[in-house]
């Protein structure tokens, strides 16, 4: 039986490690490639490459904050850390920049 135990944020921003406690002897680890797609300031619009089951979406960070987007149909699906006044910003940035955010989704989830 396998469980998570935790992550570990890679130096490169694109990777992350996640740890999985296979058996007690084994401990399983993977990168999950995690590719930027835009900066505007302070934040980075990028996608997780396991996303590919979901609809298509872009995740915002700034620091330790994080929000999530649907893109067809721009809106948010939840967010951590952002003021109300940062999120509308975030999401006018994404509502200006959608057909680029739809374009590499379909360029990185075609392949």
Same mark, same amino acid.
């Given at each position: $039986?396998?469980?998570?135990?935790?992550?570990?944020?890679?130096?490169?921003?694109?990777?992350?490690?996640?740890?999985?406690?296979?058996?007690? +002897?084994?401990?399983?680890?993977?990168?999950? &490639? $995690?590719?930027?797609?835009?900066?505007?300031?302070?934040?980075?619009? &990028?996608?997780?490459?396991?996303?590919?089951?979901?609809?298509?979406?872009?995740?915002?960070?700034? +620091?330790?904050?994080?929000?999530? &987007?649907?893109?067809?149909?721009?809106?948010?699906?939840?967010?951590?850390?952002?003021?109300?006044?940062? =999120?509308?910003? =975030?999401? /006018?940035?994404?509502? +200006?920049?959608?057909?680029?955010?739809? /374009?590499?989704?379909? +360029?990185?989830?075609?392949?």
């Amino acid at each position: $039986m396998s469980f998570g135990i935790g992550s570990i944020t890679c130096p490169q921003p694109e990777m992350i490690l996640y740890l999985f406690q296979v058996d007690s +002897e084994a401990i399983r680890a993977y990168f999950c &490639f $995690m590719p930027t797609v835009l900066r505007i300031g302070p934040y980075r619009f &990028f996608f997780y490459a396991d996303d590919r089951d979901e609809a298509p979406h872009v995740h915002v960070e700034r +620091e330790d904050y994080i929000a999530k &987007f649907w893109l067809d149909l721009v809106r948010l699906v939840r967010s951590s850390g952002f003021s109300r006044k940062e =999120i509308n910003e =975030i999401q /006018r940035h994404v509502e +200006e920049n959608q057909a680029h955010l739809l /374009r590499s989704w379909n +360029e990185f989830f075609s392949r």
